[in-house]
């Protein structure tokens, strides 16, 4: 969870990511961020995140986005 938490900060260090739970709701991470995020996520932590994934249940949270890449994890 470091790992995402330093990945997020570089990405926008304006967010207060271990308190913010609607991410994509707020308009806090727009689409070009989260495609960006995307690409940095399925480097980082090699694993690759379906279309079919990309919805804003999955990236609201840092939460989320970990609980993702939990599963994606167990799926490769």
């Known amino acids: 969870m470091e790992e995402l938490m ?3 900060q ?3 260090p304006e967010i207060d990511f271990a308190q913010e739970k609607e991410l994509i709701d707020d308009g806090l991470l727009e689409s070009f961020d989260v495609l960006t995020l995307i690409a940095e996520l399925e480097d980082q932590f090699g694993v690759e995140i379906p279309a079919e994934e990309i919805v804003p249940e999955n990236f609201n949270s840092a939460e989320g986005i970990w ?4 599963r994606m ?3 490769a």
């Open 6 to 8: 330093e990945l997020l």
């Open 67 to 70: 609980r993702l890449l939990e």
């Open 73 to 75: 994890k167990e799926e």
């Open 10 to 12: 570089a990405l926008k």
